[in-house]
């Protein structure tokens, strides 16, 4: 399907055609996924987001408390409470939870995609 587009922007006036093409509703479901995933330069705006950070950049390689997390966080200039980054830890699909009450740790299930 072919569109045309006309812009207008601060007095300028942009045209403009695009091809379109139809695509299956799982791809599309994806290809939105993708792209609302942060890019590195990024900030976080959620503790999940923030621990999401923190898994992408391999901090979660080794075993970490929940002690270790908030430091972290706090050094990377992060300030959410310690239960509202606990939350985010346990919720996090790629991290797997160890230990008993009080001692509970966090590390990866699987690296990061590249």
Not at 19 to 34: G, I, L, N, P, Y
Request: proline share 6%; net charge positive.
């Amino acid at each position: 399907m072919l569109v045309k587009l006309t812009i207008m922007h601060e007095g300028q006036t942009y045209v403009g055609e695009v091809e379109v093409q139809a695509v299956a509703a799982r791809k599309v479901h994806a290809m939105t996924r993708a792209s609302a995933e942060p890019s590195p330069g990024d900030y976080a705006t959620k503790p999940s987001g923030s621990v999401e950070f923190l898994y992408k950049g391999g901090f979660f390689k080794e075993s970490r408390r929940l002690p270790d997390v908030c430091a972290r966080l706090r050094e990377e200039g992060y300030n959410f409470s310690r239960q509202s980054i606990f939350m985010a830890l346990k919720a996090a699909p790629f991290l797997a939870l160890t230990g008993k009450r009080g001692t509970y740790s966090f590390v990866q299930k699987f690296p990061p995609r590249a």
